[in-house]
């Protein structure tokens, strides 16, 4: 299989299917090393004339220093045979483990961006904007001490949609 690119929108995206349901996996890096999550909070649109994604990313995660350093990264959705997978790449940490090798994944590379050869369908993502959830932001206190009993909150990407590809 080839990546092919594909305008975004002929795209077949339902972002509450997508990365609400499928999940997906946020993966940046270089030459130096790559590191992947996974990720089900995140959503598409339009902003500031752009094609955007925005994903939220809890500061602790390896991965957000990898989007931090490289300030591009890739979303990759993958068929549901690889379930098991997304699930171990969202529990275990590439600090700790090859998780990628041990999922059976291939990093290569699009437009300078990691991504994984098994990938059905992926977006190349450049950061347009960072932030930091705020505590007293919350309208509702209590989704505030469910999602973030320790105050760890989400550092927010927004970011343009440099490409999307499938295949
Ligand atoms: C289904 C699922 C969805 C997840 N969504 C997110 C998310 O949107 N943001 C986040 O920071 N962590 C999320 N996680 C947790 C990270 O994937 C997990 O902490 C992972 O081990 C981090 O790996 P890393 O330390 O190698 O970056 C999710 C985990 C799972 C299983």
Not at 74 to 97: I, N, P, T
């Amino acid at each position: 299989m080839s990546f092919q690119p594909i305008s975004l929108t002929t795209l077949d995206f339902n972002p509450f299917q997508r990365i609400g349901r499928d999940w997906m996996l946020i993966t940046a890096g270089d030459d130096a090393g790559v590191n992947t999550m996974t990720a089900s909070w995140g959503g598409a649109g339009t902003l500031w004339g752009e094609d955007v994604v925005t994903v939220y990313i809890r500061p602790s995660r390896y991965t957000h220093q990898f989007v931090e350093a490289q300030g591009r990264f890739s979303l990759c959705f993958f068929d549901e045979a690889w379930r098991a997978q997304l699930s171990m790449l969202g529990r275990v940490s590439g600090r700790d483990r090859d998780k990628i090798a041990d999922a059976g994944l291939h990093v290569t590379w699009l437009d300078g961006i990691p991504v994984f050869e098994q990938a059905r369908q992926v977006l190349l993502v450049q950061t347009l904007y960072v932030d930091t959830l705020r505590a007293d932001c919350f309208t509702d206190r209590a989704l505030l001490d469910k999602c973030y009993p320790q105050r760890d909150l989400h550092t927010v990407y927004v970011g343009k949609v440099l490409g999307a590809y499938e295949q």
